[in-house]
């Protein structure tokens, strides 16, 4: 009944697998109780996905393929894997036979072959090959630096920079982000944990109360989807009368700087607007809000709910702040990281996001992710529904108007779909 050898057989060959592999998964006659999943649908954005995965041996081998692929820019096939990947996790069940996969949307070939390797194997060898491969090792070490993307990483390595000790000892300057990123290494690869987000959470409060009363601060991206660590805080902010939020930002950034809360901070100012930019998606759905970029300085007793901004500063000496020196150069347990441990702060990514109350609900829809239930809202509006979706508006080409929203259900509603709350937006 289960015989498969017809799989194997297009594999070796070299088939246009997609479409003869899904076509033969339909032709099988199988035992009803075996298929996990009766109707999927294809879109991401139609489905809810919890945190709860069944198929983790599957999603962590199609997403390491994904991380690969988007560090070598084949983006394309990076976000195969993802909705591949996507598909996996929403299921209520452990995959164990490649039957079970008949008629679920979103399996290329290549995504089929890596599941059926891990079924038989335990594991898949392409994923093995890859996390094995010097290429990808050195890709992930270099982009772990703060302010490193894939294309910077691709040129050290060219030039046989692999490692962080041998890109200090090149001769190349760092921009300042990459400065910090390299200085807070350590820190940085290290998981946040929803504590030290409700701890910065408490901070960003503060600071904002402190420059314009009024303001309301949205947790959002990961923690707002109710994963328990990250690799950054995100912060949306807002004020409930237009216009109040003008200029906040860089008075929010004095404020913390002043007291000692910044490591680094990269701000860029809102440059979208609606009269000048028009429907026409923005090239990216980030680049248009007044955001910061920061590292903060998170104090150890700031996490049990003892924050002492006034001190800050003044506990702080010099010197501690010099025992950051990231441990990377060194092994695991040398006397630099213990050092480094016993510093009374930790560095943390923090994004912060201002909206003007009239985008707030896409920008809390756009900003809250996963980024590919994202990107799959942007594609169900474009190509299903002739809408462009963006963090800042939603426009109607057929009506040619501007649908308004005041929460995430109205723009669900505009766009068709039943609404899914955060905690199922974790394709
Ligand atoms: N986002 C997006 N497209 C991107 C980057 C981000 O749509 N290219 C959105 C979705 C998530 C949100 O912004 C915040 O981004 P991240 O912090 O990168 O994602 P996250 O889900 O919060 O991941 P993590 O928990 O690791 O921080
Ligand atoms: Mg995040």
Redesign the pocket.
């Known amino acids: 009944l289960l015989d498969i050898s017809w799989y194997t057989e297009s594999m070796k060959e070299g088939h246009p697998v997609e479409i003869l592999d899904r076509h033969k998964l339909q032709e099988q006659q199988v035992d009803e109780s075996k298929e996990v999943e009766s109707i999927v649908p294809s879109y991401a954005c139609q489905r809810r996905t919890t945190l709860e995965n069944h198929n983790t041996v599957f999603t962590d081998a199609l997403s390491l393929l994904a991380e690969s692929a988007e560090l070598s820019d084949e983006d394309g096939r990076g976000v195969a894997f993802r909705r591949a990947a996507a598909v996996l996790k929403a299921l209520h069940s452990p995959v164990t036979d490649l039957l079970q996969l008949r008629g679920l949307p979103c399996l290329g070939g290549h995504s089929l072959r890596v599941i059926k390797d891990v079924l038989e194997n335990g594991a898949s060898s392409e994923v093995e090959c890859t996390k094995q491969s010097e290429r990808f090792k050195a890709l992930k070490v270099l982009t772990g630096i703060f302010g490193v993307g894939s294309k910077t990483a691709e040129r050290w390595i060219r030039e046989g920079i692999h490692s962080l000790p041998q890109l200090q000892d090149s001769a190349h300057t760092l921009n300042r982000a990459q400065q910090a990123g390299l200085e807070h290494y350590d820190d940085l690869n290290q998981?946040?944990t929803k504590a030290e987000g409700d701890a910065i959470g408490e901070i960003v409060a503060k600071a904002v109360m402190s420059v314009l009363p009024g303001v309301q601060i949205t947790l959002?991206?990961?923690?707002r989807?109710g994963?328990l660590?990250?690799?950054?805080?995100?912060f949306l902010i807002t004020h409930p009368e237009e216009g109040r939020e003008v200029g906040l930002m860089p008075k929010v950034v004095s404020w913390l700087e002043s007291k000692g809360f910044l490591l680094y901070q990269k701000t860029t100012r809102n440059s979208y607007l609606e009269s000048k930019d028009g429907p026409a998606r923005p090239s990216?759905?980030?680049d248009r809000f007044e955001r910061c970029f920061s590292i903060f300085k998170l104090p150890e007793d700031a996490k049990q709910g003892t924050t002492q901004t006034e001190t800050l500063t003044e506990d702080t000496p010099e010197d501690t702040c010099r025992l950051t020196t990231p441990s990377l150069v060194k092994d695991e347990g040398s006397e630099s990281t213990k050092r480094a441990n016993l510093k009374p702060w930790r560095a943390v990514?923090v994004?912060l996001v201002v909206s003007p109350i009239s985008q707030f609900a896409f920008a809390l829809l756009?900003?809250?992710?996963?980024?590919l239930?994202?990107?799959e809202l942007r594609r169900w509006a474009g190509h299903e529904k002739a809408m462009s979706l963006s963090?800042h508006a939603l426009y109607d080409n057929t009506q040619s108007k501007y649908l308004r929203a005041s929460s995430e259900e109205e723009i669900f509603a505009h766009l068709g779909l039943e609404y899914i709350p955060p905690s199922e937006r974790n394709a």
């Open positions: 998981p946040v959002i991206g990961g923690f989807r994963k660590t990250g690799h950054d805080v995100d990216s759905n980030m990514r994004d756009g900003w809250t992710g996963s980024k239930f994202e990107r963090s």
